[in-house]
């Protein structure tokens, strides 16, 4: 819908432009008010073009620098071996969760989904942990990413770099550690 929109507006405007550029050049003399006319049709297809093509171009612009925080999370599947997880994990069976996550993994290895949940019902310091949490720092989600490095952490391994500068720029950023606050410096009274 948008594109169309962005098409159909850009075509108008585009028309608007060319009829008031020929009638300036026919009838520079009494195309005055034609003129003015034209200007201002094309004034409102800027603006129209404008409310089409803003989320477009601001989507592009800002994808690089908050791409890694926000737009990897995962969307809730509808299929039945994830549902199943859900309601296992739900009822506090964790055991049958982590392993239908297992099964939902290997079915679909490129959605994050399944890895996610089954890092969250691994028992700490098991092997299925571990292969949950290598699988999750392959995805582009930074919060979900250091979930995961921080298990890996704990079982010895150290998976960087990710793919994702935005995610490691988030992963070197919990590495530092915070400074002290300087003392306050005594300062004798003015004379």
């Known amino acids: 819908m948008w594109f169309l929109l962005r098409i159909i507006f850009a075509a108008l405007m585009y028309l608007a432009f060319k009829e008031a550029r020929m009638n300036a050049q026919i009838n520079p003399m009494y195309g005055?008010?034609?003129?003015?006319?034209?200007?201002?049709?094309?004034?409102?297809?800027?603006?129209?073009?404008?409310i089409v093509w803003a989320?477009?171009?601001?989507?592009?612009?800002?994808?690089?620098?908050?791409?890694g925080t926000i737009d990897a999370e995962f969307k809730q599947d509808k299929g039945l071996i994830l549902k199943a997880a859900r309601w296992f994990q739900m009822r506090g069976q964790h055991?049958?969760?982590?392993?239908?996550?297992?099964?939902?993994?290997?079915?679909?290895?490129?959605?994050?989904?399944?890895?996610?949940m089954g890092l969250e019902n691994a028992k700490p310091g098991s092997w299925l942990e571990k292969v949950y949490a290598t699988e999750v720092f392959k995805f582009n989600n930074a919060q979900n990413c250091l979930k995961a490095?921080?298990?890996?952490k704990r079982h010895g391994i150290d998976p960087r770099p990710h793919a994702n500068p935005g995610v490691n720029?988030?992963?070197?950023?919990?590495?530092?550690?915070?400074?002290?606050?300087?003392?306050?410096?005594?300062?004798?009274?003015?004379?």
Not at 95 to 112: D, H, T
Not at 149 to 152: D, G, H, I, S
């Open 32 to 50: 005055d008010l034609s003129n003015a006319f034209w200007v201002a049709v094309v004034v409102v297809l800027a603006f129209a073009n404008g």
């Open 149 to 152: 490095f921080e298990t890996l």
């Open 95 to 116: 055991a049958l969760a982590r392993w239908f996550c297992f099964v939902e993994a290997v079915r679909r290895p490129w959605l994050p989904a399944a890895y996610v």
């Open 55 to 67: 989320p477009y171009l601001a989507e592009k612009m800002s994808d690089p620098l908050t791409g």
């Open 169 to 191: 720029l988030v992963l070197i950023s919990q590495e530092r550690e915070i400074k002290e606050r300087p003392a306050n410096l005594e300062v004798p009274a003015a004379p």
